[in-house]
Nanobody, 119 residues
């Protein structure tokens, strides 16, 4: 019912910036009806919430990324983005886009995009 496709990952030096994008395609729900989030999972660690934005555009961030990352949504393009600045080696992980549809109580995930930050 909802297909999420991420892009924008890659290799970056510490201190640099990357922008991740997630497009909700083949979705019967518009993105403005869903709470969207970015999670990440580093090798050997559990998946963790990085940033989230509600359908009402309230945002919240993990303490480790506050002041460096910004989540935003473009409802017209059915896209949610994560701007990552001042990247650190500890930001290295696979980043996943998540959509939560409260109407049916379901979560959908993208396939993930690798972000690698070198020191």
């Amino acid at each position: 019912q909802v297909q999420l496709v991420e892009s924008g990952g890659g290799l970056m030096q510490a201190g640099g910036s990357l922008r991740l994008s997630c497009v909700a395609s083949r979705s019967i729900f518009s993105i403005d009806a869903m709470a969207m989030a970015w999670y990440r999972q580093a090798p050997g660690k559990q998946r963790e919430l990085v940033a989230a934005i509600t359908s009402g555009d309230r945002t919240n961030y993990a303490d480790s990324v506050k002041g460096r990352f910004t989540i935003s949504r473009d409802n017209a393009k059915n896209t949610v983005s994560l701007q990552m600045n001042s990247l650190k080696p500890e930001d290295t992980a696979v980043y996943y886009c998540n959509a939560h549809v409260a109407l049916i109580g379901r979560d959908y995930w993208g396939q993930g995009t690798q972000v690698t930050v070198s020191s």
